[in-house]
C-alpha cells in the first residue's frame, strides 16, 4: 500500500510524514517549500497480531505488512488553466490513495500561503486542482479517442464505449464532483486503471493541529465519498515518533495518548482503502500480507507467490485468535478446526491461510 502526503504549502507535510515514519526530514522553510520534490518511506504496519502468533511459533523472522508514503512536494494554489506539472501527476497517480495535510494550527512565523487559516478552504483548494488536472487527461483522451474513430483499425463498438464512459466522466468531472463519487462497473473501473485519474483515489484528509487544539466540530463533514478525516497534532506526533521505543510508552503514558498518530493513520487508510490482513505462519517465518477486501484465497495465493496461485489446490484457513487459543496448527487439525476452502474462497481479515498447491 503506497500513500501520497499532499498539502498547500506550510501544511506540515513533511512534519506529518516525519511523525509517520519516524524521519527527521527539514521541515518549514529549511524543507523547500514548493520544490517538486518526493521523499518515500517504507513503514512497518503496527499489529499485535503479528507479535501474537509470532510468540506462538517463534519462528527465525516475523515480517509485518508494510506501507509506503511519499511525501510530495510542488502543490500549490492558482496553478492556472494548465493544471499540475507532468512530472507531478506521475507522482500522485502511482499512489493507492491520498493523506490530505490540511492547516489548522496558527504560526506567525509561517505564514498562510492564502493569508488566513481555514482547513475547509485549504481542502476546496487543492480539490479543485485534482479536479483540473483530471478534466484535462479526460479531454486530452476524448480528443484521441474521436480521431481513432475516425482513423478505425480497432473494433469501433469497444471505441464507442470508452468513448461514451470519457464523456460520463467529463459530465461528472463538470459538474465540480470528484471521480470518486461516480459510479462505476467492475469494468469501467478496469478501463480506467491506466489513466492515473487523481480524484478516483480515496483520500484521508489530516487536519494538521497546534499543540493542545482540538479538532472543529463539523469540519469537512460534507466531504463526500471516498474521503475520510481525522486531526493530529503534527509537531507533538513528530516528536513522540522520533524517540525510543521506551521514551515513547513514557510520553505516551505522560500525557495520556492512548493510540499514536501513526496507528490512527494506518488504521484509517487501511478501512478508507478497504484492505484486509492475512498471515502466514510456521517455524521459519510469520508474516502478515495485505489484501483488498473481498479477494479471494486464490488471490491470497497469489499475493504470497505466483507459483501457489499457478498450482493451487486447497487454503486451510483458521481465525489468528482461535490458532492461538488452540496452541498450534497441529492441535488445530486434530480438533478439525483448520477449514480446508476453495480458490473461490474469500478471505477475512486476520485469517491465517496455508496454501496447499502443486510444485
Partial sequence: MQLGIIGLQSAGKTTIFNALTGGNLPTGAAAGIGRPEVHTSVSDVPDERVEALSGLFQPRKTVHAKVTYADIGGLKADIGREGLPGTLINQLA?????????????????????????????????????LLTDMLTVERRLTRQAEEYQRGGRDRAAVEREIALFKRLEAHLGQSQPLRSLALSVDEERSLSGFGLLTRKPML??????????????????????????????????????????????FQQEYGIEESGRRRVIRASYALLDQISFFTVGEDEVRAWTLKRGETALKAADTVHSDLARGFIRAEVIAWDLLLELGGLQPAKQQGKLRLEGKEYIVQDGEVVHIRFNA
Fill in 94 to 130: 502511482q499512489v493507492d490513495g491520498f493523506l490530505h495535510v490540511v492547516r489548522a494550527f496558527d504560526t506567525p512565523s509561517v505564514p498562510h500561503p492564502l493569508e488566513r487559516i481555514d482547513p475547509e478552504q485549504d481542502f476546496a483548494v487543492l480539490e479543485a486542482e485534482l
Fill in 205 to 250: 484528509v489530516v487536519v494538521n493541529l497546534g499543540e493542545g487544539g482540538a479538532m472543529p466540530a463539523g469540519l469537512l463533514a460534507s466531504r463526500g465519498v471516498g474521503v475520510d478525516v481525522l486531526s493530529l497534532q503534527g509537531e507533538i506526533e513528530m516528536e513522540i515518533a522520533q524517540l525510543s521505543l521506551e521514551e515513547r510508552r513514557a
